[in-house]
């Protein structure tokens, strides 16, 4: 079976689309920007989804035809909304149809329950609906919910969380779960609210820039958080074709392998050992030589040590011979649980626009150089990145259709 | 999709349901791990003192579980993760103003430390996934195991854990989510292989958002064959206490304690997630 992907969505700093995302990290005026809608005492730039809670919720019925019954919502749960309403939109009708989900987060509700654990140590009572979407599964289940109104058979639905690489590890379980013959079509989505609970315990770390990050730079100095959700539908090619022959294909998905890294909580192993053991594993399931990768989108968080062992990584992979990549983390921040399937989609909408996309404040060598313009070019296959706290080491390979 | 549990370890109420345990000694009351000498075990005391329970009790049971097996795929479960952690991280933030940090609470409170935890210090480079779905993460597991035996994948480990603290207990008994009120915790580890050979049970079902019936009704059993076992009363209530089931009930089926019946169901009601595991005698 050849699996395919059939409709992307992302939500990020630059709003909704994957296109405007696109254009933005391809051109836009690079800002240090401060967040309208978090309040938090730690003065670094966020890279935060530009609407508010209520606002989100004023969408999805105006825009979308998605009326939620009246309760508290997590963002978490609001934007995972936001991003399959948005798949929906250009995505093959789901109505009768057997649709497995895997959602990806690391923060799940906590923008919710910070609020609560505030609310009940500091003034002593809170309410309890503030707990309600606490777990991952709260989001998961309204998104389902969604998909059945729409007329899908949802037959199979999770959450996993492998920190940074959580949404890269759930495309992986959507591949499976298409090629056991169970479902029809597999949305595999992440999502990552900013909340005070990542930003203080990223900035605990000691690894967030003050400035716009400058991933592999070497006067890099730390990554910026950013805030995003993002979703993609993958189905069989048999399908899609019994389906109609006018189903757009975005590219093909040809592997997503994960390896450990065994090292450490939080740093990666200086020969990058997982990180390679990923690569080399997704390229050998792929049928790909090295030397057939067009474009790598790295994970390119821009503390030292991530793009230090990443370029060992690339090195250990392509040699003398590593081809044009980047991190489009400069523009988006790095969006934890939605980073896999995010720049997963970025990389699809550049195999379709034939157009690599850069890092554009790249400025100091130190290792390896990144492609700085938008480039337009002849791109067969690319391979994007994932690495996450606890040693997680995610590689996927897609190919142009 | 062959599914076979071949070996289980717990840190549970009753303790280890890998060594001989006897079901009449619990006291049915507390519902409070039965926590072993860790350092028997875990033995890195680096990684141990900066462990909470939950991190311990997962790690324990994994590493007695593996023992000096080799797999080829670590899946973790967790309904609320490193909560202990996750309480200090809040905590923190709160009580400095956000002026100070807590990086071993942040670092420990993330959903996949125990799987990193259990990679680093057996040196395994295999792949981790954890699975983060409240009532139903246990059986989304293990039907993802499934698929993966059926595919390229020959040994699994799979791990779930969970610890309860004063909020977390009185956070869930206000969401009313256990029958009888009480809210225990643990970790369950089995290793699951796609041979037969010497195994206790073989996982034939694992669905979630159905009932016992609609389970039974799709492998075609009636209650004549399939013994519905009552675990709860054993290791409480927590998001991730189907596990225990399932690798009490592999225990029992390999004691031959199910008189005359071929299957085992644990069912798995938590809020608005339902859930069924059914084993069959191997």
Redesign the interface.
């Known amino acids: 079976m050849r699996i395919l992907c059939c409709a992307s969505s992302i939500v990020s700093v630059s709003g909704i689309g994957v296109g405007k995302c696109f254009d933005d990290v391809a051109g836009a005026d690079i800002e240090c920007l401060k967040p309208r809608f978090l309040s938090t005492a730690v003065d670094v730039p966020l890279r935060e989804i530009p609407f508010s809670n209520e606002e989100i919720f004023k969408m999805l019925a105006d825009n979308y035809s998605v009326v939620l019954p009246s309760r508290v919502y997590t963002r978490t749960a609001l934007l995972s909304m936001l991003t399959v309403a948005d798949l929906l939109k250009s995505s093959p009708d789901v109505s009768g149809k057997r649709v497995v989900v895997v959602n990806a987060t690391t923060a799940g509700g906590m923008d919710k329950s910070e609020v609560y654990y505030h609310n009940l140590t500091v003034d002593g009572s809170a309410d309890l609906a503030l707990v309600a979407g606490h777990e991952p599964a709260d989001a998961t289940n309204l998104v389902c919910g969604f998909l059945q109104s729409r007329g899908a058979e949802v037959v199979w639905s999770t959450t996993v969380s492998t920190a940074c690489s959580s949404s890269s590890v759930a495309i992986g379980i959507g591949m499976d779960m298409l090629r056991s013959g169970d479902a029809d079509y597999a949305i595999c989505m992440g999502v990552d609210p900013l909340c005070k609970f990542t930003v203080n315990g990223f900035n605990s770390l000691g690894i967030l820039s003050k400035n716009v990050c400058r991933p592999f730079d070497a006067e890099r100095d730390g990554l910026n958080l950013g805030e995003g959700a993002a979703s993609v539908m993958l189905a069989g090619d048999e399908f899609i074709s019994s389906v109609s022959d006018n189903i757009p294909t975005l590219c093909e998905v040809l592997s997503c392998e994960t390896a450990a890294d065994a090292y450490h909580q939080t740093a990666t192993s200086p020969d990058a050992v997982g990180p390679t053991l990923a690569m080399k594993a997704a390229l050998r399931k792929a049928g790909v030589d090295a030397g057939q990768i067009s474009y790598v989108n790295a994970h390119g968080t821009a503390t030292p040590n991530n793009d230090e062992s990443e370029s060992t990584a690339m090195i250990n992979i392509f040699g003398e011979n590593v081809p044009p990549f980047s991190s489009t983390k400069f523009w988006t921040g790095h969006t934890l649980g939605a980073s896999g399937v995010l720049e997963f989609a970025l990389s699809a909408e550049m195999l379709c626009r034939q157009t690599l996309l850069p890092t554009r404040n790249f400025k100091n060598e130190e290792r390896l150089t990144p492609v700085t313009t938008a480039v337009k070019t002849p791109l067969e296959y690319i391979m994007t990145n994932s690495f996450g706290f606890g040693g997680g080491a995610t590689s996927i390979i897609i190919k142009k259709v | 999709m062959s599914c076979y549990i071949k070996k289980v370890a717990t840190v549970s109420p009753i303790g280890d349901l890998g060594e001989n345990v006897n079901l009449n000694s619990f006291a049915a009351s507390a519902c409070v791990a039965d926590e072993p000498d860790y350092k028997t075990v875990i033995t890195n005391a680096n990684l141990r003192r900066r462990m909470n329970r939950m991190l311990k009790m997962g790690t324990y049971a994994a590493l007695k579980c593996m023992g000096d097996d080799s797999v080829s795929l670590?899946l973790t479960a967790t309904?609320?993760?490193s909560i202990s952690d996750?309480?200090k991280?809040?905590?923190?933030?709160?009580t400095s103003?956000?002026?100070?940090?807590?990086?071993t609470a942040?670092?420990q409170?993330?959903?996949?430390?125990l799987?990193?935890?259990i990679?680093?210090i057996?040196?395994?480079?295999?792949?981790?996934?954890?699975?983060?779905?409240?009532?139903?993460?246990v059986a989304?597991a293990l039907?993802?195991a499934q698929?993966?035996l059926?595919?390229d994948i020959e040994s699994i480990l799979f791990v779930s854990s969970d610890e309860k603290t004063e909020?977390s207990e009185s956070?869930l008994s206000?969401?009313d989510l256990s029958a009888d009120g009480k809210y225990g915790e643990g970790a369950s580890a089995m290793i699951l292989s796609s041979e037969k050979t010497e195994s206790l049970a073989e996982i034939v079902y694992s669905q979630?958002?159905v009932d016992l019936q609609t389970a039974l009704t799709e492998m075609e059993l009636s209650t004549d064959d399939v013994e519905i076992l009552d675990s709860k009363r054993w290791c409480g209530e927590y998001?991730t206490s189907q596990a225990f089931g399932v690798a009490l009930a592999a225990k029992m089926m390999e004691f031959g304690m199910f008189d005359g019946k071929s299957h085992v169901a644990i069912e798995h009601r938590y809020g608005?997630?339902k859930s069924v595991v059914i084993l069959k005698k191997s």
């Open positions: 670590l309904s609320l993760g996750t309480e991280m809040l905590d923190t933030i709160y103003d956000e002026t100070l940090g807590n990086p942040f670092i409170s993330t959903f996949n430390t799987a990193g935890n990679a680093q057996k040196s395994i480079h295999i792949p981790n996934i954890t699975f983060v779905n409240r009532g139903n993460t989304n039907k993802y698929v993966k059926a595919d909020l956070v206000q969401f979630c958002g998001g608005p997630d």
